[in-house]
């Protein structure tokens, strides 16, 4: 490592990644720190993605990030009954650990300098300015300086708050999650399947993300307001125990995303913030994978262009924010809401749903579709999105 780079990104992920790259192409030199000993490892996601939105962001890719092409989803009530929803478009259940690794590898052909083994705990600071990061890598304790750093810490970052950012999210407003990989699943590769309801997954959903044939990771995320009487990882052992008895448990991993309101500021005088650290995480869905590339390489190159034109002043680096938010404020915003009437919802609610939809051919059970019959049930839901769409006018 150097003493000085252009910009230093904390955080490996994709996020990170995809930030790196982007300011190394942009002409920066850039340094990228992960903590873990190896890029991808340990894995705690689902790794569930469209396959739409992940050829958009990286058009080309090698076939070993996929481990499952995905076709449809099962919806499960909970009355139990299984509705097959249609829609559409392909996803992909990647592998996150050579995904991950992929992009860490694109980073370092563009010039990023990649280090693992490297925790950053602490910033540099003059005059408010943030200049660089102080590292703790193979037992020595390093300070490099830097024009920019960029915060892709994950969800729980720490450099958003060294920098006087506010990112705490209340307890009510975090989807706890936990996650098993299991394995001799007598399963269909192709579906995914979800499962609703209070007594499975209060303000929240269980999920199954097959990685091929016997092989997925099944977990669930609950809203913060119900993890005091059960935590996640205890309904997770509950549902495995009664559904998936003879299934060898081959991970274990619990974590947290983030599913509230969209932070004020994602940036300082000298300081970016992307990805889950940025809570860039879609608060229905919970998926947050292309969110961390479309913010990663929005901030590379605002990243680069400041470097170029030697202006790191929060003002300048707010381009990035704009852009962000041109793209992404309303859709986000949106997701929050619905996220927020749903969880009002009752599992009767979701059985009437559910009888409604099961009456519609396959080719018309659409997102858009399920959606209007929650309207139908929920009108308020019409008023909320009416409100939304005229704001954006
Ligand atoms: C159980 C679970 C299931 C999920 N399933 C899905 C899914 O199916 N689809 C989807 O799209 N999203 C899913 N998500 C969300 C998704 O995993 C994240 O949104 C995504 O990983 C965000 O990428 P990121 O780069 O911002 O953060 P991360 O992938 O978390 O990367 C952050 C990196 O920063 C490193 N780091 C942290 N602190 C430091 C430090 N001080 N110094 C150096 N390095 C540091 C970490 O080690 C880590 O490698 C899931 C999340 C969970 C918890």
Known sequence: ?????????????????????????????????EKDREIGLPVRCAEGVGLDGLK??????????????IDGAIIVAPDGREVEAYSGEKGVVLHRKLFDAGLAQRASEAGAEVVTKANVHGLLMKNSQVCGVKVQHLGESYEIQSSIVIGADGIESRVGRWASIKTQTPF?????????TLSNL???????????????????????????????NVGLGISGKFTKDKKAIHYLKSFIEKKYSSASILTIVAGGVPSGPQLNELVGNGLMLVGD???????????????????????GEVAAESITKKDVTKKQLSRY????????????????????????FKDEDFN????????????????????????????????????MWIRSK
């Open 1 to 33: 490592m150097k003493t000085f780079y252009d910009v230093i990104v904390v955080g490996g992920g994709p996020a990170g990644s995809w930030a790196a790259k982007h300011a190394a192409e942009g002409g920066a030199s850039v340094l990228l720190l």
């Open 56 to 69: 958009e962001q990286i058009p080309e890719f090698p076939k070993s990030w996929i481990a499952q092409v």
């Open 172 to 180: 009510a407003e975090m989807e706890s999650c936990a996650q098993m």
């Open 186 to 216: 007598d399963i269909d590769p192709t579906r995914v399947i979800f499962w609703i309801g209070k007594d499975i997954a209060p303000g929240g959903y269980f999920w199954l993300f097959p990685k091929g044939p016997g092989t997925a």
């Open 277 to 299: 650290a940025a809570h860039h995480t879609d608060p229905l869905s919970g998926g947050g994978i292309i969110n961390a590339l479309i913010g990663g390489k929005m901030a």
């Open 321 to 344: 924010q704009k852009q962000w938010e041109k793209q992404k404020k309303k859709e986000l915003q949106l997701a929050y809401r619905i996220k927020n009437i749903i969880h009002e």
């Open 352 to 387: 009437k749903i559910a009888d409604v939809v099961l009456e519609l051919p396959l080719e018309k059970r659409t997102n858009t579709e399920l959606f209007k019959v929650a309207l139908r049930k929920y009108p308020k839901l019409i008023l909320d999105m009416a409100t």
